[in-house]
């Protein structure tokens, strides 16, 4: 059974920085693809960073592009999210998902099957 965890989310002020920890078990994420997404209130959940495992490869949101940073480290079977520049509009929930589908999309959740709980991320003025 996959099992995502994810942690690192608190509060910080606009401009700070949080980095994301997504640890799987019962599932290995090498040459897999993994990706954050997250969800504000009363809006819907959105793609924000992926990466294909082992090879590298990376997608972003226009809106992180230059700010977020998605990596990972196949010996922890861990993903990461460093985030710098935090603005207020990057409050949310944030999630791990991974066992994409295969043709599937980074950005759309409906392509994943695999979810963490999430972590909270508050950015304040």
């Known amino acids: 059974q996959v099992q995502l965890v994810e942690s690192g989310g608190g509060s910080v002020q606009a401009g700070g920085s949080l980095t994301l920890s997504c640890r799987a078990s019962g599932y290995t994420l090498r040459w897999k693809w993994v990706a954050w997404f997250r969800q504000a209130p009363g809006k819907e959940r959105e793609g924000v960073a992926a990466i294909r495992t082992t090879y590298g490869d990376t997608n972003y949101a226009d809106s992180v592009k230059g700010r977020f940073t998605i990596s990972h480290d196949i010996a922890k079977n861990s993903v990461y999210l460093q985030m710098s520049s935090l603005k207020p509009e990057d409050t949310a929930m944030y999630y791990c998902?991974?066992?994409?589908?295969?043709?599937?999309?980074?950005?759309?959740?409906?392509?994943?099957?695999?979810w963490g709980r999430g972590t909270q991320v508050t950015v304040s003025s």
């Open positions: 998902a991974a066992d994409r589908r295969y043709g599937g999309t980074w950005y759309d959740s409906a392509d994943f099957r695999a």
